[in-house]
């Protein structure tokens, strides 16, 4: 019994570490008779920005290794709404509303325009930013994140499994991405972050991630960076369909990382970005 009593509580230590490590004070923005959680550092007088966006059910400590990385730069990272602290309204998550979002914490924060940083969803969501929001947009660093969706019946069986049975396939799936972690304390954490966004929050944005209308071939007229984990999911022209949409992109696949790579490897990670900023005169 003790040791059982041991290894729940280094479970939960572990997940409140990983949840206040590093993490700055929170700020708030209204947007839409709603709360929107966000953090930020450096000089408030700044009024251009590098924005961190997470990926789906995730929050904004999955930027914990990087809020703090870049002194020289204001930093905001965002707990997109119905995740983190942010409120979570019974809406249609759709990835214009996470991109409006990011526009009401700007007004807030008194930014006129950012480089904008996308894990995973966080990809569609900063795309569509640009898409609302192209004066505002200064470059993308996309984080394993997607500019083409799988073929319809692959996201029809995928979203299927999981409005089955979620409490059932949504611990699963969220397993097979974690698989290439070594460190067991942040799989845990990481586990615990996303399984405790609501089912309904991430049904919805699922849905809002496959909605074909989001994923047309405009292109991207502000330097892109692509930090992306190699992988089979990722087909073997994803550069060079990249760069049909990106003209001014850098792109790169990591090996021995996992779909967390800013997390696999934090300072190869904010060193790219901050290379990445400097060579394009971004910020």
């Known amino acids: 019994m003790k040791k059982v009593f041991c290894f729940l509580?280094?479970?939960m230590f572990s997940a409140i570490a990983f949840s206040q490590s590093q993490m700055p004070k929170s700020n708030w923005a209204k947007?839409?008779?709603?709360?929107?959680?966000?953090?930020d550092v450096g000089n408030r007088k700044n009024k251009d920005a590098l924005i961190f966006v997470h990926g789906w059910t995730c929050?904004?400590?999955?930027w914990k290794e990087s809020v703090s990385a870049f002194p020289e730069y204001r930093v905001i990272a965002i707990d997109l709404p119905g995740h983190g602290q942010s409120d979570k309204p019974k809406v249609e998550y759709s990835m214009e509303y996470f991109a409006k979002s990011i526009e009401a914490v700007m007004k807030e924060a008194n930014i006129k325009s950012a480089v904008l940083v996308g894990h995973s969803m966080g990809t569609?969501?900063?795309?569509?930013?640009?898409?609302l929001y192209p004066k505002k947009t200064l470059g993308l660093v996309i984080v394993d994140g997607a500019?083409?969706?799988?073929?319809?019946s692959?996201?029809?069986?995928?979203?299927?499994?999981?409005?089955?049975?979620?409490?059932?396939?949504?611990?699963?799936?969220?397993?097979g991405m974690l698989m290439p972690i070594?460190?067991?304390?942040?799989?845990?954490?990481?586990?615990?972050?996303m399984l405790a966004t609501p089912e309904y929050v991430a049904l919805s944005a699922l849905d809002g991630m496959t909605d074909e209308k989001i994923w047309t071939t405009d292109k991207i007229n502000v330097p892109v960076l692509a930090l992306m984990a190699e992988s089979p999911f990722w087909k073997p022209?994803?550069?060079?369909?990249?760069?049909?949409?990106?003209?001014?992109?850098?792109?790169?696949?990591?090996?021995?990382?996992?779909?967390?790579?800013?997390?696999d490897k934090p300072s190869e990670f904010n060193r790219e970005v901050r290379l990445f900023i400097a060579q394009k005169k971004l910020l």
């Open 9 to 11: 509580w280094l479970l």
């Open 31 to 39: 947007f839409n008779n709603n709360k929107v959680r966000y953090t």
């Open 59 to 62: 929050n904004t400590d999955f």
């Open 124 to 131: 569609p969501v900063i795309r569509q930013f640009y898409r």
């Open 147 to 152: 500019l083409r969706p799988g073929t319809k």
């Open 154 to 175: 692959e996201m029809e069986q995928f979203t299927a499994v999981l409005r089955a049975d979620y409490k059932t396939n949504a611990p699963k799936m969220v397993d």
């Open 182 to 193: 070594k460190d067991e304390n942040l799989k845990t954490a990481i586990r615990s972050a």
């Open 237 to 263: 022209d994803t550069k060079e369909f990249y760069g049909t949409i990106a003209p001014d992109l850098d792109f790169q696949m990591w090996k021995g990382v996992s779909h967390f790579l800013m997390m």
